[in-house]
């Protein structure tokens, strides 16, 4: 079932198609066309290919980030107890969203998402499929105004029980004074024995691929605040919370345990045995083709850790 103000919310998506700005990329649209979805626009997959013309490889950033999310929230459901989850800068649903991986450990796993931006709006219903032991909720709101964020959120949390805190790729939109602002609000009203995940995007690991990423992205209108290892560390230790094993790694160091890509259209040997199709696609649509486990510390650019507090 579904349940709070997240729910009223969808039905007044409609009016956010107006929001919709198809003349400029859009991070999320960007971040769907790499996980092979379908609510972009040609300018998003026109800054999705001149992101992967400057790193080929750099998709391994988007699924690695995307499979990190899915082994911390296992490994926070099904080894820690964690029941409830704040996932904020959400992001367009696709699979293996924050409910899906909770509910199939623990059905009874309660999701707030809370996005600012009208193209996730517009497609929240399909964050609201909880199963019927469960509860999703969608808030429209800012990181920037944490405050509003906890206030929408309050119906459906319960702040007295342990929250993991989710700010998977968002942080890196945000600029210092307020993304380190943001982050101490929110982790003051978790209670003790709750959790954050965090993953950014970095030039720390490989500047050089990175640092071409970063310019096609900004050259398409997109901006990123590159933050180094120490500077992400802040979020956590800046709030008193507690590091758990391996700390802050690239995302694919990160407990990996080696699961294939779910979004994936097969290995690249199926692929291989007719040459005629794969020659007809674009560079966007051969990476479905591609494995996620086929990766090395140099295609990485996301930094991932959890933390807990006391």
Do not use: C
Request: glycine share 8%.
């Amino acid at each position: 079932m579904t349940d709070g103000t997240g729910a009223q919310q969808t039905d007044r998506a409609a009016s956010n198609v107006a929001r919709i700005d198809t003349s400029r990329p859009n991070s999320a649209r960007v971040y769907d066309v790499f996980l092979g979805g379908r609510d972009n626009y040609p300018v998003d997959r026109a800054a999705a290919r001149a992101a992967l013309e400057a790193n080929p490889r750099g998709y391994l950033n988007v699924w690695h980030n995307r499979d990190f999310v899915r082994r911390a929230v296992s490994h926070l459901v099904g080894d820690m107890g964690i029941r409830q989850f704040l996932d904020i800068g959400t992001g367009l649903p696709t699979a293996e969203n924050v409910h899906q991986i909770a509910q199939r450990i623990a059905p009874e796993s309660r999701v707030v998402y809370t996005d600012n931006d009208p193209v996730v709006l517009t497609h929240a219903r399909a964050l609201l499929t909880s199963g019927p032991d469960g509860v999703t909720d969608y808030l429209d709101a800012d990181l920037r105004d944490p405050d509003a964020i906890l206030r929408l959120a309050a119906p459906t949390l319960d702040f007295g029980k342990p929250i993991a805190l989710v700010l998977a790729a968002i942080l890196h939109f945000v600029e210092d004074e307020a993304a380190y602002g943001a982050v101490a609000r929110l982790a003051r009203a978790l209670p003790s024995g709750s959790y954050l995940i965090v993953s950014h995007l970095t030039t720390d690991l490989n500047p050089e691929s990175g640092s071409r990423a970063a310019k096609a992205y900004t050259d398409s209108g997109l901006t990123f605040v590159l933050r180094s290892k120490d500077a992400v560390q802040r979020f956590f230790t800046d709030n008193g919370l507690e590091l758990i094993d391996p700390g802050i790694v690239p995302v694919h160091h990160w407990r990996p345990d080696h699961r294939p890509w779910p979004l994936g259209a097969g290995g690249a040997e199926d692929a291989d045995e007719d040459m005629d199709v794969l020659d007809h696609m674009d560079d966007i649509e051969k990476i479905r083709f591609r494995d996620i486990n086929d990766v090395t510390d140099a295609d990485i650019n996301v930094y991932g850790g959890v933390a807990h507090k006391p």
